[in-house]
């Protein structure tokens, strides 16, 4: 899940929330959507392999 924050970056945000706060975790900022994209198949890849 990427959310574009007021600074102009993008962030990558787990899809689920974590039980101990109820927010989303950081999975990594980035300067542009592309390489958050990037980023988020890899981590998808990694979770199932």
Known sequence: MIRKLKSGHYRLYSRSKNPRTGKRR???TFSTRAAAEKHERAVQYFKRH
């Open 26 to 28: 950081n999975l990594g």
